[in-house]
């Protein structure tokens, strides 16, 4: 999509709730590396993130312990 095509769609309000879905969207990946830094599957963090968003971070802070390494 080119600048004029987006700036048409902005003006129109039509992408107004974008930055709500990029901002959702990086959540999900933050807690995916977080996931993964706890040797937890990070796959199924990101999508259960996308459903959940704040509150899957906060479970996977407060409840997520660290697991053995993988040998």
Known sequence: MDLLATMTLLADGQLQNAPYFVGWGSLA????????????????????????GPIATFCVVAFCGKLPDKV
């Open 29 to 52: 990946l933050i807690n995916a590396g977080l996931a993964q830094s706890k040797n937890h599957s990070g796959l199924m963090w990101f999508l259960l993130s996308l459903i959940l």
